[in-house]
């Protein structure tokens, strides 16, 4: 069951705000937050374990609401580096670890 | 963290033949993933390598079409036999020791099948 993202693709100007949301129809046990860039492997980014837990790091933080069996990403004062595909990987606790991935955020960022 | 390498990092290859690609993490680790990104796709979960004991595959992946081997704890190899076009994708090795880890990614390897 591949956790759900929206938007599909976001587009910003330098020092905008923008927020991408992941959504399961099953219980999640945690929620990883990946960056892809064209080429290039995905990038961890961050990891959610616990229901209601936020995380942060730099500009970018991350919520986690396990009732919700959702997880928001929030990239704040947008950079050009910010540019690329963001997944969302949850996993599931009858599922041993295994991640499994949205269909990906594009998110370009300009000047 | 984990260091991973792949081999080869790119292969061009002919329909009907087979690829092997090696996955190396610089560390033991429990548990050892294989996934496929087909061009402008989302990562799409193979199979789970296990040590010692067959691999676990995810619906719509079978045995035959990808063997999987893991002899120990830092090592595991991947094959796409009998390749076709469709073939064509980054496959990646991903690892974490646990699932409160991190999971971290391989470089990939890029595939072309002609």
């Known amino acids: 069951q591949q956790p759900v993202q929206s938007p599909q693709a976001v587009i910003l100007r330098e020092g905008e705000d923008a927020v991408i949301n992941c959504s399961s129809s099953?219980?999640?046990?945690?929620v990883h937050w990946y960056r892809q860039k064209h080429g290039e492997a995905p990038v961890f980014l961050m990891i959610l374990l616990k229901g209601g837990e936020q995380k942060g790091h730099d500009k970018i933080s991350a919520s986690f609401n396990e009732k919700k069996q959702q997880s928001s990403l929030y990239l704040t004062a947008s950079q050009l580096s910010y540019s690329g595909t963001y997944f969302c990987g949850t996993v599931h606790p009858s599922n041993t670890g295994k991640l499994i991935f949205g269909q990906g955020t594009t998110l370009q960022v300009k000047p | 963290s984990a260091v991973i390498s792949q081999k080869p990092s790119r292969d061009i290859c002919q329909r009907g033949t087979s690829l092997t690609i090696q996955c190396q993490v610089d560390?033991?680790?429990?548990?050892m993933f294989w996934y496929r990104q087909q061009p402008g796709q989302s990562l799409t979960l193979i199979a789970t390598a296990n040590q010692g004991s067959e691999a676990t595959y995810e619906s719509g992946f079978v045995i035959d079409k990808f063997p999987i081997s893991r002899p120990n704890l830092t090592f595991s190899t991947l094959t796409v036999s009998n390749m076709s076009p469709e073939d064509s994708s980054i496959y990646l090795c991903s690892v974490h020791r646990d699932s409160r880890d991190t999971q971290y990614f391989g470089p990939g390897t890029r595939l072309t099948v002609l």
């Open positions: 099953k219980a999640l046990y945690s």
């Open positions: 560390s033991q680790v429990t548990m």
